[in-house]
């Protein structure tokens, strides 16, 4: 058995890199001292050819497949088989395995840690091990958009990291197959509304939740103050636009809340640890 922190890194991942379909990345772990709300371990895109050996990883990690058929054995169960498009929960301390019976196996996933893992439903019960999707579409878009912001030389990593994270993690819910339709968390609603020119006490009564009450939700959901989710939503936004559109930076400003395109050069930059412009040539699809 192969006990493991992580995926293993690849070898050329570099900024754009993540708008390919053979990419993967792992970052480094907070300390233990940190407790972090919620920290990105690993995120990564990739065919896969050949069975991965049973192996325990030290956290959790979100495994979509995206296209392909196979099969998945945890815990010491009998394999069941998986068929696109599929998540596959793997959580910590459980020995898990998994490979592909058609040759187009396609993967994404994140790894993640952190005490606010319950508050996303991340509990690992066995029933909720393999759950079906309507569409990998939503998916693959969520974990380009979260490589795209997530970069540990930034400043601001963490937060970037968390609301990323948080932002996959409800595409992945909204995503499930069968009957029933999803109803948006306090968090989804809040990080939808997060470009609107409001103030944190109107977003309150929008959502018709006590300003503590908000308060303590965004903290124990990604460690951070309701005005911070707000600002980390929108550069995260702006970051995805730069990245994948033609939009001047005149217009990802606009588009994220920010009239003012040369108090938004300023913010991000103070951020993001450099201008939307350099940003945009590090990250920009390529043609």
């Not at 050949?50 to 054995?73: C, E, I, K, M, Y």
């Not at 395995?97 to 196996?105: E, L």
């Amino acid at each position: 058995m192969e006990t493991q922190a992580h995926p293993p890194p690849d070898a050329h991942w570099a900024a754009g890199r993540q708008h390919g379909d053979h990419w993967q990345h792992t970052f480094p772990r907070p300390a233990a001292a940190q407790r972090p709300a919620l920290a990105c371990t690993a995120v990564g895109m990739r065919p896969l050819h050949l069975p991965q050996a049973p192996r325990v990883f030290d956290h959790h990690v979100a495994l979509v497949v995206l296209t392909g058929s196979g099969w998945l054995s945890w815990g010491g169960r009998e394999p069941v088989d998986v068929v696109a498009p599929v998540l596959l929960r793997l959580p910590p301390g459980t020995e898990h395995s998994y490979g592909p019976r058609t040759a187009d196996w396609s993967e994404c996933y994140a790894g993640f840690t952190g005490t606010a893992l319950a508050a996303h439903g991340e509990n690992g019960h066995p029933d909720d091990i393999v759950t079906r999707l309507s569409s990998a579409g939503p998916v693959r878009r969520a974990v380009r958009k979260l490589a795209t912001v997530c970069d540990e030389t930034e400043p601001h990593f963490a937060s970037f990291a968390a609301v990323g994270l948080q932002e996959y993690l409800a595409t992945l819910r909204r995503g499930r197959a069968g009957p029933g339709r999803h109803v948006p968390t306090v968090l989804e609603r809040f990080a939808e509304a997060a470009v609107l020119p409001i103030s944190v006490p109107e977003h309150s009564r929008r959502l018709a939740l006590p300003r503590d009450d908000l308060r303590d939700a965004v903290g124990r959901a990604v460690g951070c103050s309701p005005k911070e989710f707000i600002l980390t939503t929108r550069l995260n936004l702006a970051k995805d636009l730069l990245a994948t559109t033609g939009l001047t930076v005149a217009a990802v400003a606009r588009r994220v809340g920010y009239p003012d395109q040369g108090y938004f050069t300023r913010l991000f930059t103070k951020r993001v640890g450099t201008p939307p412009s350099s940003f945009r040539l590090r990250h920009a699809r390529p043609s």
